[in-house]
């Protein structure tokens, strides 16, 4: 598939050798997708487009059938730096739109649609990160099954200084990822924390110098796509039922309803101006 804002790329040597199915005479090689955030002068920020094709390239990625692994990168500077404020979507899902009640509602829910899109990859996801993972960048993160970051990652959760809430499912990822009580410090305060910090909350699985990050990634993805890929599934699915059913990750359906109406709240509305003010070059 051809994608304007993303990547993807599948090394075709395999890793772990070959499974051979009893009723399928072609070769499962364990092979290692790389999806990589491609909007690099925009620090991979999320606007509609790249939120779209993020979508469609997961389910894309999940059919590729001898595809065991994907490795969810950004290029550039940064993971992801979160919402492009020059492309803010839920603006469109305002009424001053003109759009149906319908259309603005699937608008405000576009940025849940994509994070579950992401989670629910068929394969293994492994979130390579650096420079920074900010908001909507840190919850595509946390869409990933593991995640290996620099010592020097920028984090944070700039939401609330915004004058929105957390939407894009983000609260009970958070408190699945980090508990109820950090999550409400990191999500209410908007201060930044370190990926020492994430480690030690047991949101991140290694903590590297980023001159091993690439090796580290590549290590952590082959020790995966070397794993018999039946019970590696098993045990993806097995394990997001049991953290769906601690963090109640289904009562986020309404998460862009909550948002648009959050929007129009003056003060909310005079929060994100300055914010956008303080936040984007003059």
Not at 2 to 8: A, N, R, S, Y
Not at 11 to 19: I, P, Q
Not at 228 to 251: D, F, W
Request: net charge negative; proline share 4%.
């Amino acid at each position: 598939m051809d994608f304007e804002t993303l990547q993807i790329a599948i090394d075709d040597t395999g890793h772990g050798g070959t499974n051979d199915a009893a009723d399928d005479d072609r070769a499962v090689t364990n092979k290692v997708a790389t999806l990589t955030l491609n909007r690099p002068d925009r620090l991979n920020s999320l606007n509609p487009t790249l939120m779209k094709e993020l979508i469609a390239a997961s389910d894309h990625l999940s059919k590729q059938w001898d595809v065991a692994v994907v490795i969810i990168e950004g290029a550039g500077r940064a993971f992801c730096a979160g919402a492009d404020l020059k492309e803010i979507p839920v603006l469109e899902a305002l009424p001053a739109s003109g759009r149906s009640w319908a259309e603005r509602r699937e608008i405000g829910q576009l940025g849940l649609r994509m994070v579950e899109a992401v989670e629910g990859i068929r394969q293994i996801t492994i979130a390579r990160l650096h420079g920074a993972a900010i908001g909507g960048g840190l919850l595509l993160a946390a869409a990933c099954d593991l995640r290996v970051a620099t010592k020097t990652i920028r984090m944070s959760i700039p939401e609330v200084q915004l004058g929105i809430p957390l939407a894009w499912g983000g609260i009970p990822r958070m408190v699945r990822e980090f508990g109820p009580a950090l999550t409400k410090e990191l999500v209410i305060t908007c201060r930044e924390f370190s990926a020492q910090e994430a480690r030690e909350a047991g949101f991140l699985n290694r903590v590297v110098d980023e001159e091993v990050l690439d090796a580290q990634v590549a290590e952590l993805a082959s020790a995966v796509a070397a794993m018999p890929g039946a019970p590696v599934a098993i045990t993806k699915e097995h394990v997001n039922a049991v953290a769906r059913g601690m963090s109640s990750a289904h009562l986020s359906f309404a998460d862009g309803d909550v948002l648009t109406g959050t929007v129009m709240d003056p003060e909310s509305a005079a929060a994100a101006r300055r914010y956008i003010e303080s936040t984007l070059p003059k």
